[in-house]
């Protein structure tokens, strides 16, 4: 038999999104207002539960966090609990130390653990699950790519950052003629680029899901400045990699996941700039993306979510994640869902070949570089 709920604790892993900070709100009011239970947050991630650094959470400490970006928790994602290495642990080498996070969990007499994660943070708590532990995640990440959810924390905001950026790009790439590269964050999912791009106008969009022709920008950029247009916007996701070549990242680490991306766009500035008489410029908009004020549907989001976590948890239910079906700007579709977390473990989701968004943006014009491209471009 399961014990009652009386405490829970709540963590942020991996790296911040706008919108935490309401997730946070809304577990604590939840938690404290509907069910009389104590909440704990530790601190950066999954590290303060392996090491116990907690603090208790009240109403007061979630005054004013609606607005705030970032996470007052703190995150990090490298704090992995199945290999993690730490000075005050003394070990050499990263070693196994997911029974090191249960023992602290049980020193705080914690009952349950709100994961706020995106797809790695929440395949540790599956992992975790899995040790016997009652979790449930919450779908965190600007990047949009945790299976099981149509929106993630964090999203909107980043897509309405990269779209300002876009749009602010467009008058100065007219104003000099120029071919602007913008490159934006989600490793190996290309969301914020292809929203950002549609929404920003981009006229060329890069995905980590369709390798691009290098030679494809160049014939878009030439058919444009035949029709009077000197300029052209190249939205250019992290990720994503040319024909037959590779995603440009530094590797932090043995693990598939420990990857620092970022610099295509100056590698694709440097080849463009020999194969085209127009300047080519990069703009790599990085962390901005992360940071700011969360957007209402952030907000609403984080809160639905937050709020959602806990209910499930006193409902009795574990080992899932609290998720979106259908768009939250449709109300009347929009629904929260319990998904199993082995389900949100099976790796990221990626946008798939047959989105409807890549019909629309080949229907206006906009270029995927791809060497067999029919489409007349904007
Ligand atoms: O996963 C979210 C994300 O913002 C990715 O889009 C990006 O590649 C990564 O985090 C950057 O992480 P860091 O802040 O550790 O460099």
Redesign the pocket.
Same mark, same amino acid.
């Given at each position: 038999m399961t014990t009652r709920i009386r405490r829970i604790g709540v963590l942020t892993g $991996?790296?911040d999104a706008p919108g935490l900070n309401a997730a946070i709100r809304a577990v604590v009011k939840t938690a404290i207002l509907r069910y009389g239970w104590q909440v704990v947050g530790f601190a950066d991630g999954y590290e303060g539960a392996i090491l116990g650094r907690a603090r208790e959470l009240g109403l007061d400490d979630v005054r004013g966090l609606l607005v705030r970006g970032g996470t007052i928790l703190g995150a990090s994602?490298r704090a992995n609990p199945f290999h993690f290495q730490h000075p005050e642990l003394g070990d050499a080498e990263p070693r196994d130390h997911s029974r090191t996070l249960l023992a602290t969990l049980e020193q705080w007499n914690i009952d349950a653990l709100v994961v706020i994660g $995106?797809e790695g943070s929440l395949t540790i708590a599956y992992r975790l699950h899995e040790l016997g532990l009652r979790v449930v995640g919450v779908p965190k990440?600007?990047?949009n790519d945790v299976r099981g959810t149509t929106a993630t924390i964090g999203f909107d905001t980043a897509v309405c950052t990269a779209t300002e950026a876009i749009d602010r790009l467009h008058t100065t790439a007219e104003s000099h003629h120029r071919v602007m590269l913008v490159e934006l964050? $989600? =490793?190996d999912a290309g969301w914020i680029a292809l929203h950002a791009g549609v929404a920003g106008g981009a006229d060329v969009i890069l995905l980590p899901e369709l390798p691009f022709s290098p030679e494809r920008i160049v014939a878009v950029v030439e058919a444009r400045r035949k029709r009077g247009r000197h300029f052209t916007i190249v939205a250019v996701a992290?990720g994503a990699k040319p024909i037959g070549g590779e995603a440009v990242y530094e590797r932090l680490g043995p693990l598939p996941y420990q990857r620092?991306?970022g610099g295509l766009s100056v590698v694709l500035q440097q080849q463009l700039s020999t194969l085209l008489p127009t300047e080519v410029r990069a703009v790599v908009l990085g962390?901005l993306q =992360?940071g700011g004020t969360p957007t209402p549907r952030d907000r609403t989001l984080a809160t639905a979510l937050g709020a959602a976590a806990v209910e499930t948890l006193a409902l009795g239910d574990h080992g899932v994640m609290v998720a979106v079906r259908g768009h939250p700007s449709g109300q009347a579709t929009w629904g929260i869902v319990r998904v199993p977390l082995a389900e949100v473990a099976r790796g990221p989701r990626l946008v798939p070949l047959n989105h409807p968004l890549l019909a629309t943006a080949r229907d206006i014009g906009i270029s995927f570089a791809q060497p067999d491209e029919e489409q007349a471009h904007g």
């Open positions: $991996g790296g994602n $995106g990440t600007i990047d964050m $989600g =490793r992290e620092k991306y962390h =992360r």
